[in-house]
């Protein structure tokens, strides 16, 4: 880096490995007094991280502030997958730092298409059936750090249909599994909202409240079974059209 009085320039490309993402920062460093006494570090500029995830490439870019009590970006720009099949969003990261770390992650995006982002099926069904084991697969992962995030789109398409009103807020502890909350309007005039915990294992287990309705349950569950065929073939064979349950 270059320095001028207090403040350093610098650029710093720091390759990706197996387990970490490639960081590319353009900024600038700056030393000043503290009240304390001492002298505090901090970085303002730009910053791009860019690895894979699941197959997928994914990229985040945006100016980026950091000091002894956080690290944020704000704007935040987030792109997963190719030019071709890719979904974008934009918010905000804050990281807190101190004797207890947290994290905050607020993402929205104009529209989400999740079956062109299915990587190892293309059809409608395979992004459905995909995106469940994604869910199954990340159920009980803890965190050291806890995290808070919140991703929302008016529009999200997944086995050829489009979602409205979807709202998703996921937060992690280190001793339980993802506090998920998920609002959405559905096929078949259909709501759903959850709020609890998924527990994987022997016995797989759901922990929290639902509230669900459809107004056209064929429809709903013609649209699920792809995914879940056994639970939506008992629900065709219902006595009824539609359902409330809460």
Partial sequence: GVREDDHWRIKLILDASSDTPRLDLDGVLMLANSAAGGQVLSYAGNANLSGQWRKLPWRAAGPLRADRNAIMMDPIDLRLGTEETSLSASGNVRLNLGTRPDAQVKLQARQIDL???????????????????ILIDNASLTSALPVQIEMKTP???????????????????ELEPPQVVFESNGPGRSKLAFQGRFETG???????????????????SDWLSPAAPDWMS???????RSLELA
């Fill in 155 to 173: 529009a999200l398409t997944i086995g050829g249909e489009t979602l409205s009103e979807n709202v998703l807020t996921i937060a992690t502890s």
């Fill in 234 to 240: 008992r629900m065709r064979n219902l006595p009824m």
């Fill in 115 to 133: 079956d062109r982002l299915s990587v190892k099926d293309q059809s409608s069904a395979g992004s459905l059936r995909e995106a469940v084991q």
């Fill in 202 to 220: 022997l016995a797989r287990r759901l922990f929290g409240k639902i509230n669900f309705r459809a107004g056209d349950l064929n429809r709903f």
